[in-house]
């Protein structure tokens, strides 16, 4: 006896010349060149003037030079025309499409559509309606809006008809109806496998990856130094469709068959392409930002240890971090330590990760022979715990050790080897103020974090997190010590917040219980801290890297929603999940534990990429 696993696909139905047809009834040739034509007059629209008065966000009164908004449209345009010719097989292009263009067009043509249409709305909203639109704008939305159309009308693979129960009520029917819609939609914009890449010298690839690093940190860098909330807004819509194309189109599943093969030099170049991000910055605003989100990607990183590897969830994690700033902040010259002390950063560093390494230690022995949500519990308690006691070391309710709900205030800027971070200093011409210089200090910690986590994660202890984590049953007949191999996985994602939170203490100056929540609205707490590690990718080295950074960021753009902040956000989070609940930089064996349907991989690795 079979089991069907694949739903299986038949054609569309046939047109006059025989092919098979698209969304709606446009024939595919008319709709291509639709799609094609319209990203190219979309480009066009993008010189004009899209309103009268500079009152809206970016001046988009200027002609023949695009501006805020409009250039996020011209890029996706741009997408949407190279796809199309793409998928005319036009020579010296075929290499953007190597599972095929046509599901790419789509979420190009949709990326261009949603960001321009989102602009023309916006525009109209705060002006006052659509008469202050110029020629430009109604061209712009009239020209993505039949790019789409056209894109809708391209081929594909239609899945088999699931014929109704007739004895089934009208609600059932409707229930079934709609699903067989949903899975033709999904088929509509669903892609092929990409073609191996082929032989290229090892120059070839490592100049590809360089190019990849470059254009990563320019979109970084343009998305952190949005000026105003529509251009944020209209660059999540752009950026995340536009890399749904490219992950549609097959170029994003070669790119990271490069990288695979230059793993060292890829890792290398990121961390170089991130030491020039304070070079692009004009000022210290962004590098601000830049330094929490290394902060909170590092103690993300030191968690995924924790649940990615192991497979233990940790509610409390927040709470080392806690502990390491704590701990630093006492011993590092501040005027609210009760000891009279002041440490060498060397040696704060070494106080800070050893003290979350024993509380990590005295709160895992007893805890982790439990499983499950019994030690989510457990965990859970140990983090409100530290806070509470953290409060209460005031001097009235206990000894004065951590000053209560005041914190420890007034910590030092660090100074090592006579470089002072907390003034500004001239690099290559280029001003680099405090954040920044904490940035780069930042950046040296997090490759420590990625280096122990790479080989832990390739070490003989690594593997058997992995046993712990997909079997512990299995792993314990197999003779792992299961309570030493979690005990050690604690201890060290323990010393690894520890770690990332010496620096945060000197960054923020004042260490207070607040700042440990288990969940809040300002990141890093423990919610967020989990929520990185699984929307990014679980047992990954980028994921929690990729998901810090979003976490960090997008709350801090989104601050003009308001008290419907977190609402937005988790309303992404459970859309984000619902199609991707592998996370955005999945190891292949949990890309396969959520989508059956996907081919098996040769090789395994020891985590599973």
Request: glycine residues 12%; aromatic residues 10%.
């Amino acid at each position: 006896m079979t089991t069907q696993t694949t739903t299986p696909k038949t054609p569309g139905p046939a047109t006059p010349d025989g092919g098979a047809t698209g969304l709606i009834g446009i024939p595919p040739h008319l709709g291509r060149a639709l799609a094609t034509g319209g990203g190219a007059l979309t480009v066009v629209s993008t010189f004009l003037a899209w309103t009268w008065t500079s009152a809206f966000p970016g001046d988009l009164t200027v002609y023949g030079y695009p501006g805020g908004l409009q250039v996020l449209v011209l890029i996706g345009g741009a997408l949407t025309a190279l796809l199309g010719l793409a998928s005319y097989g036009v020579k010296g292009l075929r290499w953007l499409a190597p599972a095929g263009a046509d599901a790419a067009v789509k979420f190009a043509a949709l990326a261009t559509l949603a960001t321009t249409w989102y602009t023309v709305i916006a525009i109209s909203a705060q002006l006052g309606g659509v008469v202050n639109l110029e020629p430009g704008g109604y061209l712009a939305a009239a020209v993505t809006l039949i790019a789409f159309l056209g894109a809708l009308a391209l081929p594909f693979e239609r899945p088999a008809p699931d014929p109704h129960d007739p004895d089934s009520t009208p609600r059932e029917r409707l229930r079934h109806t709609t699903a067989q819609n949903w899975q033709t939609v999904r088929a509509a914009f669903a892609a092929g496998s990409p073609r191996p890449v082929r032989a290229m010298p090892s120059w070839a690839e490592i100049l590809i990856i360089v190019a990849v690093l470059g254009v990563a940190l320019t979109v970084f860098t343009y998305g952190i130094g949005t000026e105003y909330d529509e251009l944020f807004v209209g660059f999540l819509i752009t950026a995340g469709l536009g890399f749904a194309a490219l992950h549609r189109s097959g170029l994003i599943a070669q790119v990271t068959e490069i990288t695979a093969r230059h793993q060292n030099i890829t890792i290398c170049g990121a961390f170089v392409a991130a030491a020039c991000f304070p070079f692009t910055q004009t000022d210290d605003q962004y590098a601000t930002l830049g330094v929490y989100i290394l902060i909170f990607a590092t103690v993300a990183l030191g968690l995924n240890i924790v649940v990615g590897l192991a497979g233990l969830l940790d509610l409390g994690y927040v709470a080392f971090l806690g502990v390491g700033a704590y701990a630093a902040s006492l011993v590092s010259g501040s005027q609210s330590s009760p000891f009279d002390v002041h440490f060498p950063f060397w040696a704060a560093v070494l106080v800070g990760a050893a003290a979350s390494l024993v509380f990590g230690v005295l709160i895992g022995a007893p805890t982790l022979r439990l499983r499950g949500d019994y030690l989510a519990i457990v965990t859970l308690g140990f983090g409100e715990i530290f806070r509470i006691t953290a409060n209460n070391l005031d001097g009235t309710s206990g000894p004065d050790v951590t000053n209560g709900s005041n914190g420890i205030a007034g910590i030092p800027d660090l100074e090592v080897l006579g470089f002072d971070f907390g003034t500004h200093h001239d690099i290559a011409g280029v001003t680099i103020g405090r954040f920044a210089n904490y940035f780069f200090l930042m950046l040296l910690i997090t490759a420590v974090v990625v280096l122990v986590f790479r080989r832990s994660g390739d070490s003989r202890i690594g593997r058997a997190w992995v046993a712990i984590r997909e079997d512990e049953t299995a792993a314990l007949a197999m003779g792992i010590n299961g309570f030493r191999v979690k005990l050690i996985a604690f201890a060290v994602g323990a010393s690894l917040a520890g770690l990332a939170g010496t620096v945060q203490a000197h960054v923020t100056y004042t260490v207070t219980p607040e700042q440990y929540l288990f969940a809040g609205t300002t990141p890093p707490n423990s919610a967020f801290l989990l929520a990185a590690v699984v929307l990014g990718g679980m047992g990954t080295i980028g994921g929690p890297l990729i998901g810090a950074a979003l976490l960090f960021l997008i709350p801090n753009k989104l601050q003009f929603l308001g008290d419907y902040q977190l609402f937005a956000f988790g309303l992404a989070l459970v859309l984000l999940m619902r199609f991707r609940p592998e996370g955005l930089v999945p190891n292949r064996r949990r890309q396969l534990e959520f989508h059956e349907e996907a081919d098996a991989p040769a090789v395994l690795g020891k985590t599973g990429a």
